[in-house]
């Protein structure tokens, strides 16, 4: 599995592509294409102090557009490669 980073401050990933390209990291948020409807999503932490998802420590899934998606997907593209060109990668 090839993945394309860039590390921010600390061990922290700020930009990231994952070979599936269905999912990738943009500062420090990660972003997905469900490969069966084709909805977008941004995963954050659950709201809500009683929540199953709190409880268990996990991510709750946002819808987002699909341009908004792809527009994000171009950035971080983009910033990988010209991080990769300066050799910062």
Do not use: W
Not at 40 to 62: D, I, Q, T, W
């Amino acid at each position: 599995m090839k993945i394309r980073s860039i590390h921010g401050f600390g061990s922290s990933t700020e930009y990231m592509l994952f070979d599936n390209e269905n999912t990738f990291i943009h500062q420090g948020v990660m972003y997905e294409r469900d490969m069966f409807n084709g909805r977008c999503y941004r995963y954050e932490e659950p709201s809500g102090f009683h929540s199953r998802l709190e409880r268990e420590g996990g991510m709750a899934r946002r819808r987002i557009s699909a341009a908004l998606y792809d527009h994000l997907l171009k950035e971080c593209e983009t910033k990988i490669s010209e991080a990769e060109k300066r050799g910062a990668a």
